[in-house]
């Protein structure tokens, strides 16, 4: 994904079906115990590289940040790939699980969380202004704002006129 921003005005491509929202992090609820805190952290990396990898899992996009709570929003194609890929043995996302839920889960050390929401067509809506590629519109498509997209009530009316979402 470029970082390179777009000067105007530009929307998520408002075409197609659902798009799932994943929200995930952990937040160092004890800093100082820095080496559990970066076993816990230090297995995103390779699930991101497996997921790059592996397009059919369904991943379209994400961007993290870092703090003491650190955030990744993602979107996938549907609610049932990510779950395919929570679940999948060969994928690197069980072991590191039960590794957590074995060595920190419980001890208040190391906090996760994770949220999915299923957006659809009509119920979501995007704006970008002076910005890279971003969001929304990296995973579905980065469109300018143009007649018919104008205010945020167009372009939820445009989700369900233009049925183009990368499937």
């Known amino acids: 994904m470029s970082k ?3 000067a105007g005005r530009f929307t998520a491509d408002p075409g197609g079906g659902p798009v799932t929202v ?5 937040r160092a609820n004890r800093w100082w115990k820095l080496g559990r805190v970066a076993r816990v952290g230090a297995a995103m990396p390779k699930m991101l590289a497996h997921l790059a990898e592996t397009p059919e899992a369904g991943l379209l996009s994400y961007q993290q940040w870092f703090g003491r709570t ?3 929003v993602s979107y996938w194609k549907s609610p049932e790939h990510l779950q395919r890929f929570a679940a999948d043995r ?7 699980w039960r590794r ?3 060595e920190s889960a419980g001890t208040g050390d190391v906090g996760v969380w994770h949220e999915t929401y299923e957006t659809m067509p009509g119920g979501r809506e995007s704006i970008y202004s002076d910005m890279p590629v971003f969001g929304l519109a990296a995973a579905t ?5 143009g007649a018919g997209l104008n205010t945020a009530r167009q372009r939820l ?3 369900d006129l ?3 979402l990368p499937g």
């Open 141 to 145: 498509g980065h469109v300018p704002v």
């Open 22 to 26: 994943f929200l995930i992090g952990m």
């Open 70 to 72: 650190t955030i990744m």
């Open 162 to 164: 233009n049925p183009h």
């Open 90 to 96: 060969s994928a690197p996302h069980l072991e590191p």
């Open 4 to 6: 390179q921003v777009r």
């Open 100 to 102: 957590f839920m074995r």
């Open 157 to 159: 009316a445009a989700e």
